[in-house]
């Protein structure tokens, strides 16, 4: 396959993706700014409550990859049952999952909040919040799901498609709920919350519909039902890592936000509005990661395995030079950051530095994403992502955090740049793993599938 021909495949994949996850992300850039201009603490509590979904979501993420893993290859291998068995798997425990954090959410979400934050209007705003939003849980648990199988299954533009009317409304709806347009009541923060309660209610409706089309994949009420144990002991083989992985690193930066939320609120407005920013700009690396992914496993489940290798390698490229491109982005959009939200003299400061420090912090994402995230899982590798984050993580980057933040009491962004460095950190032994091409492998002939 000529170069040029791979790129196009390639971008063919990752763009709706890409787009995709810009869409997801820009609610929470709407949301900060709609917020933002209300006050600085309701933008704040907002900000540390979406902790909860983060979490969420990385046990949807988990599910996700872990799926995407087996129906990439068995989608290029044509076996479209296997498909709908791993399914009906994946969506039974994602289920599970968001009715469980929907639940704790609602009945007392002060067990969140008083985590996140010791600041008291942080804890009641966020509370609300909470208590409002916890229905769109249990919702994005399920689309979530069916969006992953429509983009292994040849529907990923129509997956972004549906995401993407979902973020238009949710953002529409953000704006006359929380600003009391067209005669509606100004809810302020509560009106965030239910214009994502409404808009994943809405996503979860179109996913439904899609699947009912004679091409869709459809979910077999016997598979979940009564799940294949066969299929089941094997897909857990390889996404338990990958849940651990999450975990690992999701709890990780999560304690990193937690040192933050307790360094005062100038600091977690910058922090608030430095994530959102760089969340944004990341959605290429992160869509290279996922739909680079895809492609790696719809070759390796053809018995392709050349061409795997092939892809894994132009991805890897893509995603360095993409990081670095996205480096150099996230330093100029500073002004404009500065320009759209109304912050106090300290966290602009903090602001500023926080995107240079980001800018830095692009280049590892962006490759890690493309490897870890993507390329490495695509055969099966889902063991070395754990390993890595669990000693980058919490061997060097929490403990030293925490030390610097409480301990040693040393300045916010000092704090900042310490947390920031684990995706640097561990570059040269994603590099090292992936030259020894242990992803390259087809799961679904090694005995290991039905």
Same mark, same amino acid.
């Given at each position: 396959m000529k170069k040029t021909e791979l790129h196009n495949k390639i971008l063919s994949l990752v763009l709706p993706i890409a787009f995709s996850q810009f869409m997801l992300t820009l609610v929470?850039?709407?949301?900060?700014?709609?917020?933002?201009?209300?006050?600085?603490?309701?933008?704040?509590?907002?900000?540390?409550?979406?902790?909860?979904?983060?979490?969420?979501?990385?046990?949807?993420?988990?599910?996700?990859?872990?799926?995407?893993?087996?129906?990439?290859?068995?989608? !290029?291998?044509?076996?479209?049952?296997?498909?709908?068995?791993?399914?009906?798997?994946?969506?039974?425990?994602?289920?599970?999952? !968001?009715?469980?954090?929907?639940?704790?959410?609602?009945?007392?979400?002060?067990?969140?909040?008083?985590?996140?934050?010791?600041e008291e209007e942080l804890v009641e705003l966020g509370a609300g919040y909470l208590r409002s939003v916890s229905l769109s849980y249990v919702l994005c648990s399920i689309s979530q799901i069916y969006l992953c199988i429509m983009k292994n299954s040849g529907q990923a533009r129509l997956s972004t498609l549906i995401s993407s009317l979902a973020v238009i409304l949710n953002i529409v709806l953000n704006a006359v709920l929380i600003f009391g347009l067209f005669g509606c009541p100004a809810l302020g923060i509560s009106g965030a919350a239910y214009a994502t309660v409404i808009a994943r209610a809405m996503e979860y409706g179109m996913v439904k519909i899609n699947a009912q089309r004679s091409e869709s994949i459809h979910l077999r009420l016997h598979w979940l039902l009564k799940p294949d144990k066969v299929l089941q002991k094997t897909v857990w083989k390889h996404t338990l890592p990958v849940l651990g992985n999450e975990l690992v690193w999701g709890l990780g930066f999560s304690v990193s936000a937690v040192m933050i939320g307790h360094l005062g609120t100038d600091a977690v407005a910058a922090n608030s509005i430095a994530s959102i920013v760089r969340n944004l700009i990341a959605c290429f690396c992160i869509g290279l990661g996922s739909g680079g992914g895809i492609l790696v496993?719809?070759?390796?489940?053809?018995?392709?395995?050349?061409?795997?290798?092939?892809? !894994?390698?132009?991805?890897?490229?893509?995603?360095? !030079?993409?990081?670095?491109l996205s480096g150099i982005i996230s330093i100029l959009l500073i002004p404009i950051a500065l320009s759209v939200i109304t912050l106090s003299p300290g966290a602009e400061h903090d602001l500023v530095w926080m995107l240079g420090i980001s800018s830095i912090w692009m280049v590892g994402k962006s490759v890690n994403c493309a490897t870890v995230g993507g390329i490495f899982c695509a055969g099966g590798d889902s063991r070395f992502g754990l390993l890595c984050d669990t000693v980058t993580l919490w061997g060097i980057i929490v403990p030293l955090g925490l030390l610097a933040a409480f301990v040693l009491k040393l300045p916010v962004l000092v704090v900042y740049f310490i947390v920031n460095m684990d995706e640097l950190i561990k570059l040269p032994a994603v590099f090292r793993h992936y030259k020894k091409y242990k992803w390259v492998k087809d799961l679904t002939r090694l005995g290991e599938c039905v």
């Open positions: 929470s850039a709407c949301d900060a700014l709609m917020l933002g201009k209300l006050a600085q603490n309701a933008m704040s509590a907002v900000s540390l409550a979406g902790q909860v979904a983060f979490v969420l979501s990385l046990f949807t993420a988990a599910l996700t990859i872990g799926g995407s893993m087996f129906a990439a290859q068995y989608w !290029g291998k044509k076996d479209i049952d296997a498909v709908e068995r791993i399914f009906a798997l994946t969506l039974r425990v994602s289920v599970g999952v !968001g009715l469980l954090f929907t639940v704790i959410s609602f009945i007392n979400p002060y067990i969140f909040m008083k985590i996140l934050t010791n496993g719809n070759a390796l489940g053809a018995g392709r395995l050349e061409d795997g290798k092939i892809l !894994g390698r132009q991805i890897t490229i893509l995603a360095l !030079g993409s990081g670095i």
